[in-house]
Each structure stands twice: as structure tokens, then as C-alpha cells.
């Protein structure tokens, strides 16, 4: 499933940020990771928005997408990424991700 894999590249993006010293995390080193991610957030997006009666799982899907700018961005702008913000972000993606998935499943 694409969110599946989006929830895995997410999970790999942090874990490969976490190997590195906190010094040696800067944004331009994870760039192509960043964006790779945002690009199949926004087509999970766009496929949610085509169909029909699921409102509630686009307004969750939006949420995601917005996070994940938010955080992208914020990387971006302080070039580093504590251990603590790691592991809130890997919790806050999980958790959204599961209620999502939980409101596909619940679905079928």
C-alpha cells in the first residue's frame, strides 16, 4: 500500500539522520530523501481528493502532507535535528499514519 511505503521512507529518512552526529545532520544531506517523501505524500494526497465520499481520510491525508512541510522546512532552517525531535517526529508520523490506515481498513 503507498502509505505503507511512505510510513517505511519516513522511517528511514530519521533512522539515517540518527546514525549521524547531531552536528553532521544538515538539511542538504537529506534533500533528495525530503523530497522524495513529499512527492508520494502529495500523489497519496491527489488520489485521496479523486475519491469519492472520503472526505475524512483527505482531511487526514492534508494533515499529513502539511506536517511533513512543516518539518521539512524547519530541518531546513535550524540545519540540525536533535535526538528528541527525531523520536517526536517518528511517533507523530506513526500515529498518523496508523489512524489513516485504520480509516482504510475500516473501509473495506
Known sequence: MELQTIEQNIERL??????????ERQY???????????????????RQARRENNQETLEQTQILAQLWQQDMKAHQRKDVLSDFLIKRRQEQYRQ?????????????
Not at 542538504?28 to 497519496?44: E, F, G, S, V
Not at 498518523?96 to 473495506?108: H, N, Q, S, V, W
Open 28 to 46: 542538504q544531506l537529506y534533500t533528495k530523501q525530503y523530497i522524495d517523501i513529499d512527492i508520494n505524500i502529495r500523489a497519496l494526497e491527489r
Open 14 to 23: 530519521y533512522l539515517n539522520i540518527q546514525m549521524q552526529k547531531e552536528k
Open 96 to 108: 498518523l499514519i496508523d489512524t489513516i490506515l485504520r480509516g482504510e481498513f475500516a473501509k473495506r
